[in-house]
């Protein structure tokens, strides 16, 4: 038996997620994301195996920094197969699609490379064990951090291998809760917040009821921004229940007192990814689906809107408060969150509020940081910008679990990793979380 893992992207960071795999001679990718920030990108010239010999790339979610390089992949002469969740394989496609529109590529071309990926992708049913060549085996299970999120456990008959992928929180909207993996050799964990405790649920809808009463007081707008796959979904929900749950209405009366507040959906991609969110709904969680039962669609209420052209964005940033505008990009690295963000954040009456993680070098970690000070400002496309606007943050919408999250998931494995790697996490997470697992006896690469 032989086995070597390379981190080729993530390792210390946050983004750019790209493991191989060299076992028994089988090249194994685990995702192929880009980086955000000011995190570099590794060459794939530079990479210990070349795209035509991998043979399989699972993918772990559908975000951006997790599949955003699997074009250069196959442009680069990938050939494999791609293996991934049903759900995931449906987002995959919009979320590319996208990203590479950005990149301004001719249409066809791009029509073209998509449907290539879709040919070579394949859909799985989670905890179910399927064949690779060279007697390897892997299974897929919940991850619980986006619609389709999986771990990956891979193995042989003398090794078993588990890369974490992004691990979600428990209690998360529409989301299952996370599987176990089986006991493993290597465990190869994200550790995003591990530094870090959430807010619990409760505590984070006090919170947004509070934001929102705050906005609907003095006719400001609140700005969210948000990733379009995961976050934007799970803050419909959150809002839905504000909006219609009895016990919710009862403890924000300002909200829905008068007129009710809009709340547009200011990304063309959210709202595609919001209707196929729509369309699983097979596997949202318990909650979710009853509600729908119900007859209170969870995703969708009275007076949300989409907002499709530039036309319309623009006279959304025009337009007068109250209002709740939930835009991209997450970490206001671009976006139409800029053009909101430009007219908006010199104004006291508005609110700005980060549900997601906020990497260094992005916008969204500076407003944070120079927001807080008396006469802080930001640069957006090289304008001084003033921060008057009153910054929140919520954490636990970010999808990621936090410390406790991490450690639980990590006990609950029926017996102790042989390995454990860090990875996905900036170096002050990751050195807490060590010390932590490390208090607990498990054995921690450096
Ligand atoms: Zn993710």
């Known amino acids: 038996m032989s086995i070597e893992i390379f981190h080729l992207g993530a390792e210390k960071d946050v983004t750019g997620s790209c493991h191989y795999l060299h076992l028994n001679d089988t090249h194994i990718l685990i995702d ?11 060459d794939m010239r530079h990479w210990p195996v070349h795209a035509s010999e991998i043979d399989y790339l699972f993918i772990t979610h559908a975000h951006i920094d997790h599949i955003g390089r ?7 002469g990938f050939e494999g197969e791609i293996l991934t969740t049903h759900a995931t394989k449906a987002l995959m496609t919009p979320m590319l699609e996208n990203a590479m529109a950005l990149g301004f590529q001719d249409k066809r071309d ?6 290539r990926i879709d040919d070579l992708t394949w859909g799985f049913e989670f905890n179910e064990s399927f064949q690779l060549k060279k007697k390897i085996s892997f299974t897929l299970g919940r991850a619980g951090h986006i619609l389709g999120s999986c771990f990956v456990q891979i193995q042989t008959k003398d090794v078993s291998v588990v890369f974490s992928g992004d691990l979600g929180a428990t209690d998360t909207p529409i989301l299952c809760e996370p599987d176990i993996p089986a006991p493993c050799d290597i465990l190869c964990l994200e550790s995003t917040y591990g530094d870090h405790i959430h807010e619990n649920r409760a505590e984070r809808i006090q919170k947004l009821g509070q934001v929102l009463t705050h906005a609907v007081s003095d006719e400001g707008k609140v ?10 979904q799970e803050f419909l929900y959150e809002m839905d229940r504000i909006f219609s749950d009895p016990d919710l209405k009862k403890q924000f009366p300002d909200i829905t007192k008068n007129k009710r507040i809009p709340v547009f959906l200011d990304s063309p991609l959210g709202f595609t990814i919001t209707r196929l969110f729509s369309q699983l709904s097979k596997y949202w969680n318990k909650e979710a689906k009853q509600l729908k039962k119900r007859g209170d669609h969870p995703i969708d209420f009275k007076y949300l809107y989409t907002i499709e052209n530039s036309r319309q964005h623009q006279k959304l940033v025009d337009m007068p408060g109250p209002s709740i505008i939930i835009a991209g990009s997450g970490m206001c690295t671009g976006g139409r969150i800029l053009n909101h963000l430009q007219g908006g954040l010199p104004d006291w009456r508005n609110d700005i509020l980060f549900i997601g993680y906020q990497a260094s070098g992005t ?8 927001g807080k000070r008396t006469g802080g400002y930001v640069y957006i496309d090289n304008n001084r910008v003033d921060i008057k606007a009153n910054i929140h943050i919520i954490t636990g919408y970010s999808a990621h679990a936090d410390q406790k999250g991490l450690l639980n998931w990590v006990d609950a494995i029926k017996e102790k990793p042989g390995k454990i790697k860090l990875i996905h996490g900036e170096p002050e997470a990751q050195n807490k979380l060590r010390e932590k697992l490390l208090e607990k006896d498990y054995s921690v690469m450096a």
């Open 110 to 115: 791009r029509k073209k490379m998509i449907a």
């Open 32 to 42: 192929c994301g880009m980086t955000q920030g000011n995190v570099k990108t590794k």
């Open 70 to 76: 699997i074009p250069e992949l196959v442009r680069n």
């Open 223 to 232: 700005y969210i921004p948000s990733f379009s796959l995961g976050r934007t």
């Open 363 to 370: 916008l969204g970690n500076e407003i944070i940081r120079f």
